[in-house]
C-alpha cells in the first residue's frame, strides 16, 4: 500500500487529495502428490486467501468468499457417457461459471460414479483411465470431449454473476489436477475484463502416477480475473490415448476454486456488485447509510457523513462496488469510504453553491470528482486516471445538471 498526497493549485480550487493506491502482485499456491492429503493443507491456504466462507449455490450473490465446483452433485443423467451443458454451473446449480472451448466440435463430460453402472473416471473412454487417475474429492472427475482426433485439450471458463448473464470477475481461481507427468502440461491462463493476459501461464507441479497437483492464483486488491483457459495435458480423453505412451500426457480435472464473482462494470447504487441496483437511502439527521443487499436480500447501516452533506452515487475505488460517498457543499469537500479495503479519503473540491456531479468522466472504470457551478455553467472535474484537472463550459445560470437533478 502507497499514500500521497497531491495539491494542485487552479483557479477557484484549492485541492488536497488523499489517495490510497495497491500495487497487487498474484499470490499463487501449488502443491502435488501423491493423494488429496498431500495437497489439502495448500488447497485450504488457498481457499483462505480467497476469503474463507464456502457461499450456497441457492442463486444468490455475495460481497466476499469463494465458489467450489467438485462435481459430485451432478446427477447420474448429466455423467458419463451424457455430456453435460455448458452452462450447467450457472443455471442448474448457479455459481457464475460457463464453460467454452476451442476444440472443435467439443462437449464437457462428468465422469460416472460406482453406482451408475459406466466405468469410473472415464473409463468408459479408455480402459486405462479407471486406474490411471485419482480424485480430491470422490468420486466424480471432469474433462472436455474434443469432436476430432486434434490433442486438444482446453477449456475456458467464463464468469458471471450467479444465475445471471451479467459477466463477472473474480478475485482468484485454483484448479486440482490428477495425473500430470510433467510439470507445465497443465496450467491456467487467467485473462482480465479487456481480454488482456494477465500472466502467460500459472503451471501445476508434476504428479505421476495418478498422483494430484494444484495451482490457484488470486489477488490481495480487488477483482482481477474475467476469464481462465486451462489447459490439461497433452493430448484429449479419447479410446487409445494411454498416459505415458508416446509421450502422450492426459489429465484429467478435478474441484475448481475461485472467488465470488463480482460484476465487471459498476451499476448505478449497486453496493453489493451483484449488477443489480440496491435498495438504499442516506438519513441527513444522523448522518446513516442504509441498503438493503439485492445479491442475499441482507441489510446492513453504516455511520458515514453529516446532516447537509449531499450522497453520491458512485465507485471511486474502480472494484464495481458503489463507495460510501458525500459531498459537503459547506466546504465543497468530497468524502469517501472505499469498499475495496475500507479505506477512508477525503478531496477539497469545489465550492459552496457547486452541484456535485460525479461520474466516470475518463473511462477508467472509477468515478471521477466533479461539480457543475451555476453561476457560470462551468463543469469541474478530477479524473481519477491522472489526476489531471479540467474545466468546460456548459450550461448557463438557472440551468440544472443531469448528473445532480435529482439532488435537492
Known sequence: MKNYIRFFLTSGFALLISVNSTFAAPIIRTASGANAAAIQAAVDQYRA?????????????FTTGRREINWDGVPDALSSPTNLPANFFNSNSPRGAVFTTACSNATFRVSSTTASGTPVRFGELDASYTNAFTTFSAQRLFTVISGSAAPCSILTVNFFIPGTSIPATVGGFGIVFTDVD??????IIAYDKGGNIIAPGFMAPAAANGGLSFVGVSYNAGERIASVQIV??????????????????????????????????????????????????????????????????????????ANGDVP????????????????????????MLNSSNGTFSGVQFGANGDKPVAGDYDKDGKTDVAVWRPSNGFYFRLNSSNGQFNANQFGQSGDIPIASALIP
Do not use: C, K
Request: hydrophobic share 30%.
Open 312 to 335: 453520491i452515487d458512485g465507485d471511486f475505488d474502480g472494484d464495481s462496488r458503489n463507495d460510501l460517498a458525500v459531498f459537503r457543499p459547506s466546504s465543497g469537500t468530497w468524502f
Open 182 to 187: 510433467t510439470t507445465g502440461n497443465a496450467r
Open 49 to 61: 486467501d480467497l476469503g474463507g466462507a464456502l457461499n450456497p449455490n441457492n442463486g444468490q450473490s
Open 232 to 305: 490439461s495435458g497433452t493430448d484429449r480423453l479419447a479410446a487409445g490415448n494411454v498416459d505415458g505412451v508416446n509421450s502422450v500426457d492426459v489429465v484429467a480435472m478435478d474441484d475448481f476454486i475461485y472467488g465470488e464473482p463480482r460484476a465487471t462494470e459498476n451499476h448505478s447504487s449497486d453496493f453489493d456488485g451483484d449488477g443489480t441496483a440496491d435498495l438504499a437511502v442516506f438519513r441527513p439527521s444522523i448522518g446513516t447509510w442504509f441498503v438493503f443487499n439485492s445479491g442475499s436480500n441482507t441489510f446492513n447501516g453504516t455511520q458515514f457523513g
